[in-house]
T-cell receptor, first 113, second 114 residues
């Protein structure tokens, strides 16, 4: 049973435009959410996180929105840059992050120049 | 500060063999987790070690095992390899357990089982 779902396997956007990556979860015990970015032949790198006590967290061009009632979070990248082209993983954990992270299957973002 | 180091980067084995993968966490990090990444399946949690004790375990068969040493370095072993074990195996470390501590990943070991 996939507890963290990234239903779209890929997304293609033009440079300068907004990229919106979506993630849904089923476990209501999840209270900490993260996004990781992964380039080929490299391990995932932490991008941004959000706790369930907040509904928005911003870090430069990256903003994560959390809708607890819908069990949905999204990552906005504005403006998108070609260097953002990578696979993005959504992850979640319970009990304030003390439980293991559960990852989605990932979404490949391509930003075209 | 050096990042998480995994060795080897690439490995080719045949069915039935066993394999040992190694992970050196970031200095000072005591928690080490292992994940398996396969195309279309994302990252699936294998197990987590903290202070030489397995703290969490994912839904993998007993052929997958691990251990952690007193210097926090960790090894993962897969016995009786199957074709489906072909994957990227990622190790991640974190400084603390029980907090919202993000994971730092190594570059992984790409295992191919022929």
């Amino acid at each position: 049973d996939q507890q963290v779902k990234q239903n779209s396997p890929s997304l293609s956007v033009q440079e300068g435009r907004i990229s919106i990556l979506n993630c849904d979860y089923t476990n209501s015990m999840f209270d900490y959410f993260l996004w990781y970015k992964k380039y080929p032949a490299e391990g995932p790198t932490f991008l941004i996180s959000i706790s369930s006590i907040k509904d928005k967290n911003e870090d430069g061009r990256f903003t994560v929105f959390l809708n607890k009632s819908a069990k949905h979070l999204s990552l906005h990248i504005v403006p998108s840059q070609p260097g953002d082209s990578a696979v993005y993983f959504c992850a979640a954990s319970a009990q304030g992050g003390s439980e293991k992270l559960v990852f989605g299957k990932g979404m490949k973002l391509t930003v075209n120049p | 500060k050096a990042g998480v180091t995994q060795t080897p980067r690439y490995l080719i084995k045949t069915r039935g063999q066993q394999v040992t993968l190694s992970c050196s966490p970031i200095s000072g990090h005591r928690s080490v987790s292992w994940y398996q990444q396969t195309p279309g399946q994302g990252l699936q949690f294998l197990f987590e070690y903290f202070s030489e004790t397995q703290r969490n375990k994912g839904n993998f068969p007993g052929r997958f095992s691990g251990r952690q040493f007193s210097n926090s370095r960790s090894e993962m072993n897969v016995s009786t390899l199957e074709l489906g074990d072909s994957a990227l195996y990622l190790c991640a470390s974190s400084a603390l357990v029980g907090t919202n501590e993000k994971l730092f990943f190594g570059s992984g070991t790409q295992l191919s089982v022929l």
